[in-house]
């Protein structure tokens, strides 16, 4: 059994969930588009460029969650997931991790987005084990605060081995360990592993594949 890792967002999905959760949210008279989509736009660039602060924006981004009463959150989660979500998925994705299942891996999917929103987009892939950056919750609800350590940058690299140890593997088990990502920020992990393969990469670390001589795919169909 290998070990096989995917990134969410512009990854297994043709597009970022976290970023087009606000817009959903905007949609939806949930939050002031004009203060948000500024602030968004701001954050994105930051992920982009490499430079994000994840708990300035997992603030920013937690508000709606708490400001929002669990029912009406997961009512919006379910319209999100269908009407949004399902479209970003791509034929060629679903491959993959097929590929890997019917190989009998242990299939992950680890990202930065929140995990209340990406816990249903995983099982689009049926992929039960999920790695995300986990919102804080009391009673039920929402505080709009980070439990533990967000799942970003070398965060990802830990967050990973704290969940192989609590679910009885070790890392140094597999034979090989595979993760897609077409993010700069998943460098940590991405050199972490036997086999790195880089999706859709961005500007820097389509550098980086060139230079270590990594694998580059695309996963659109």
């Known amino acids: 059994m290998d070990l096989a890792l995917f990134d969410l967002d512009n990854t297994l999905l043709r597009g970022d969930s ?3 959760w606000a817009k959903f949210l905007i949609k939806h008279h949930l939050l002031d588009p004009k203060l948000h989509q500024e602030k968004n736009e701001i954050f994105y660039q930051d992920y982009q460029n490499g430079t994000l ?23 919006l989660r379910h319209e999100y997931v269908e009407t ?3 479209p970003l998925v791509s034929k060629k994705s679903l491959e993959l991790v097929r590929k890997h299942q019917k190989r009998g891996d242990l299939c992950i ?22 790695i995300g950056t986990d919102p804080e919750e009391v009673a039920g609800e929402f505080t709009g605060k980070v439990k533990g350590l967000p799942s970003f940058k070398e965060g ?3 967050r990973l081995n704290q969940w192989l140890k609590e679910n009885n593997y070790d890392f140094h088990q597999f034979e090989k360990s595979f993760f897609y990502s077409d993010s700069l920020n998943d460098l940590p992990l991405l050199k972490a592993v036997s086999d790195p393969v ?12 060139q230079a270590n001589h990594w694998p580059v ?3 659109e169909d």
């Open 18 to 20: 976290d970023y087009n």
């Open 156 to 158: 990802k690299v830990t």
């Open 198 to 209: 880089c999706v859709n990469p961005d500007k820097t670390l389509i550098k980086e594949a």
């Open 217 to 219: 795919i695309s996963l």
């Open 109 to 130: 999917v680890i990202t930065a987005t929140n995990s209340y929103i990406t816990q249903p987009i995983a099982r689009l892939f049926d992929i039960d084990y999920l």
């Open 84 to 86: 949004v979500i399902k």
């Open 53 to 75: 602060d994840i708990y300035a924006f997992c603030e920013f981004q937690f508000r709606p969650l708490k400001e929002n009463n669990r029912d009406k959150l997961d009512n």
